[in-house]
């Protein structure tokens, strides 16, 4: 039947996007890299309005959670305070110049950034959160206080992920150990971990990424 073929070779078409798009995102030089399917598993999921990317640096995560266009990604950088000036002038170029052709081959609409110090940032935030991603400095202290911080601006049932979970267990590993709620680990590529106080959700991850 024409529809028949029509709709299987639009699924076609939309499977061969969804492969170059992800191919082009997981090309961006990061330790993130391994986390995408998950980011647009996710995103579709829950059907967010706001995501915050704490961290963007070259832009893999920001254009992972934004690659389905569902809601807002802002990211959000301040870039290396106590680095030099070029490796900071790169990852921003490179952020910029990966979001423009993402933006350019359709793949993206709905990305912004915000490049200020946190305290700035904070201070103006409105925007009820339904997905935070922490990808900041790697010490207990430092994910302590952007969660914290971000905590008010949360929605009820919102899901926290926090990369870097096993590269620093004795940091950033123990305070996801010490959240008191339902979590998931993703233990490759650096540990991304995810919590919630959606139970449903978290054993939904569970059972869609847990290899047996
Ligand atoms: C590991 S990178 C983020 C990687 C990114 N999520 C990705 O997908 O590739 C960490 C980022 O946190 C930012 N960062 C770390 N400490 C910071 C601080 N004190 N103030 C502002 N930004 C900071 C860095 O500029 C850097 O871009």
Same mark, same amino acid.
């Given at each position: ?55 963007? !640096? ?51 609409? @709905? ?36 969660? !914290? ?6 929605? !009820? ?30 233990? @490759? ?8 106080? @959606? ?14």
């Amino acid at each position: 039947m024409a529809t028949a073929t029509l709709s299987k070779r639009s699924s076609k078409q939309s499977e061969a996007e969804e492969a170059s798009a992800l191919k082009f995102i997981s090309s961006i030089d990061s330790t993130w890299k391994g986390h995408e399917k998950f980011a647009l598993w996710l995103t579709q999921k829950m059907q967010p309005k706001t995501i915050v990317d704490l961290g963007f !640096d070259r832009a893999l995560s920001t254009l992972a959670f934004g690659y389905k266009n569902q809601g807002h990604v802002f990211g959000i950088d301040w870039f290396y305070e106590e680095g030099s000036y070029a490796e900071k002038s790169f990852a921003l170029d490179s952020a910029f110049s990966n979001i423009s052709y993402a933006i350019r081959l359709n793949y993206v609409k @709905n990305i912004h950034l915000i490049i200020g110090p946190h305290s700035d940032v904070l201070k103006k935030w409105t925007r009820k959160i339904d997905v935070l991603h922490i990808d900041w400095a790697h010490t207990y202290r430092a994910v302590k206080y952007q969660y !914290d911080s971000w905590q008010k601006h949360l929605k !009820d049932e919102a899901v926290i992920l926090i990369h870097d979970v096993v590269s620093h267990p004795n940091e950033v590993g123990r305070f996801f150990t010490e959240l008191p709620f339902p979590k998931f680990l993703f233990p @490759n590529d650096h540990g991304l971990g995810v919590v919630s106080s @959606n139970v449903a959700l978290i054993q939904e991850i569970e059972r869609e990424f847990k290899k047996i």
